[in-house]
C-alpha cells in the first residue's frame, strides 16, 4: 500500500485562544505553540492528516465549529456535560483544575470562603466564569468581573479591581512562573477537570482519527515525552 501525499492529505483549521501557557502561546515568531498544539500535531502526523491553527477568543471557539469556520478546537477545553450538547469530545486528554488567586501581598483571603463581598476576576466563557458565576448565585462572592484573556484578569488582579481570581491551575502557575512576585494561588485546587479536543456534532470520522491518534500516541510513549516538556512553556 502506497502512503498518501501530503498533497493528498486533508487540512483541518483548529480553532484556539493562544494566550494560555503552557497548553498555547504565541511564540516570539508569531507560531503557536503548547501542549495541546504539541499533542495535536502529533495525532494528526499519526493519522495522515494537516492542522493549521486560527487564534481567536476563547468565548467564539464553539460557535466558530459550530458554523464550520473551524474543524477542531484545542484549547484548553474542558469537557462539560453543557458543551457536550453543543459539540463532540474526544478522549480526555489532561486532567487540570480550577485555583484561586491573589495579589502577593493579600493576606486576607485564603480561601473560597473569605471571599463575601468580594469582586472575581475570570476568563469570559470559562470554566471558571461558571464556578464564579456559581459563588455568586449562592452569596459567596459579590461581583464578577470577565476577561477575553487571563493576562487581563491579572492586569486587573494587580490594579486593584478585583480581589481574587479564578482560572485553571497550571495556567495560573506559567502566568506566576514568568512573573514571580505579583499573584499567589491560595487555597487548595476548586475542582477536578478533563480538556478534550472539540469537533463538530456528529464529526464522527474526525473524532475517531482524534482518537485513534491519541491511543497511538500515548502507547508510544510520545505523549509522555510532551507532557515531560510542559514546564518548560
Ligand atoms: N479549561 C477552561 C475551560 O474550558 C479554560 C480554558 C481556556 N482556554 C484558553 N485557551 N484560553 O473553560
Redesign the pocket.
Known amino acids: 500500500e502506497q502512503s498518501a501525499s501530503a498533497e493528498d492529505m486533508p487540512t483541518y483549521i483548529v480553532g ?5 501557557p503552557p ?2 502561546i504565541v511564540d516570539s515568531g508569531g507560531n503557536v505553540i503548547g501542549f ?1 498544539i504539541d499533542l495535536l500535531n502529533a495525532i494528526a502526523e499519526d493519522q495522515g492528516f494537516k492542522v493549521e491553527y486560527l487564534d481567536q477568543d ?1 468565548a467564539g471557539l464553539i460557535p466558530a465549529l459550530q458554523t464550520g469556520n473551524i474543524d477542531i478546537i484545542a ?4 469537557i ?1 456535560e453543557e ?1 457536550e450538547e453543543q459539540v463532540d469530545f474526544s478522549e480526555p486528554y489532561i486532567t ?1 483544575g ?1 485555583a484561586l488567586a491573589v495579589t502577593v501581598d493579600n493576606d486576607e483571603i485564603q480561601s473560597v470562603d473569605d471571599l463575601q463581598g468580594k469582586t472575581v476576576a475570570v ?1 469570559t ?6 464556578k464564579a458565576e456559581e459563588l455568586k448565585d449562592a452569596g459567596a462572592i459579590a461581583e464578577i468581573k470577565d476577561f477575553p ?2 493576562n487581563e484578569a491579572i492586569e486587573e488582579l494587580k490594579i486593584g479591581g478585583a480581589d481574587a481570581m479564578i ?2 491551575l497550571p ?1 495560573t502557575e506559567a502566568f506566576i512562573a514568568v512573573q514571580p512576585g505579583v499573584i499567589k494561588i491560595v487555597g487548595e485546587p476548586l475542582n477536578s ?1 478533563s ?1 478534550g479536543f472539540a469537533v463538530r456534532s456528529g464529526n464522527t470520522e474526525l473524532l475517531e482519527m482524534i482518537n485513534a491518534g491519541l491511543e497511538n500516541v500515548t502507547a508510544s510513549g510520545k505523549y509522555d515525552e510532551l507532557l515531560a516538556d510542559l514546564p518548560n512553556y
Open positions: 484556539t485562544e493562544a494566550q494560555f497548553f498555547e495541546d476563547f484549547s484548553g477545553m474542558t462539560t458543551r487540570a480550577l476568563q466563557g470559562s470554566t471558571g466564569y461558571l484573556h487571563v482560572n485553571d495556567v477537570e480538556y
